[in-house]
């Protein structure tokens, strides 16, 4: 899982680096590699383990080295595969290349166990759906438990899947998943346009038919935060060129 840190305040970027060099001489599964952005300034993009593990890292950095940090949106390495055979790994959505060199995307994808209690499968599966996910067999433990065996896009999983899960099933629900294989997808690089200037750490890569629900919540939310200037200022999710959401943030 990758995700860029950016220092809250440009000042502390030294502080960052060091902190982040210590971290990763007791944790050989942390990596990190320094970056920048537009709207952020510099930082890091860094890799874990996964989610458990970017919370721990980003949690000692502000208690054990005293650093306010940014996060950017979880991501996961694709496989972008280009016209001509060349494929290349994209880790980081700015990364992604020109979509009319691309013949195809392939996503990681986990092959899931999931435990839940007989009455929360119709909810669990419809959760499953919704995270494109696919069913493949079904096992009744006893009289009360089912075993879902499952394949599910990494990405889908990254966020709130375990969350969901466990309220769903009142936290009897459980998850156990192995890495699966790479698989193509309809994917898209989804960027966020304010005052129609993209902004790079809001770019991400989703699925197209989630993209406009996404771009849409997106929109609404930098509406909410974005403090307001003497001008209207359109806030924009897009696909390339075409336009796929909009708010307009008033002026005061």
Do not use: W
Not at 32 to 46: D, K, Q, V, W
Not at 65 to 81: G, N, R
Not at 230 to 236: D, E, G, N, P, R
């Amino acid at each position: 899982v990758f995700c860029g840190l950016y220092p809250l305040e440009s000042d502390d970027y030294e502080k960052l680096k060091a902190a982040l060099g210590r971290l990763r001489l007791n944790d050989a599964a942390f990596v990190y590699s320094s970056e920048s952005s537009l709207a952020l300034g510099f930082g890091f993009r860094c890799g874990f383990l996964g989610l458990l593990h970017m919370e721990i890292i980003q949690e000692r950095i502000r208690r054990e080295h005293d650093v306010e940090i940014i996060s950017t949106y979880p991501s996961v390495i694709y496989h972008v595969i280009k016209h001509g055979g060349e494929k290349i790994d994209v880790d980081n959505p700015v990364n992604m290349p020109d979509p009319g060199t691309i013949l195809e995307i392939r996503e990681p994808t986990i092959r899931a166990s999931i435990i839940l209690p007989n009455d929360s499968m119709g909810d669990i599966l419809a959760l499953i759906m919704e995270k494109r996910g696919t069913v493949e067999h079904t096992d009744t433990l006893d009289m009360n438990r089912v075993m879902l065996r499952c394949v599910l896009p990494l990405n889908e999983i990254l966020v709130d899947f375990n969350d969901r899960l466990k309220s769903i099933t009142h936290g009897y629900g459980s998850m156990d998943y192995e890495l699966g294989d790479y698989r193509a997808s309809d994917l898209v690089k989804m960027d966020i346009r304010v005052n129609e200037e993209p902004v790079d750490a809001f770019s991400s890569i989703v699925h197209a038919t989630k993209a406009e629900g996404r771009g849409r919540a997106l929109c609404e939310k930098l509406k909410e935060l974005l403090p307001r200037q003497l001008f209207k200022v359109a806030i924009q999710a897009a696909i390339g060129s075409k336009v796929i959401a909009r708010e307009t943030l008033g002026s005061v």
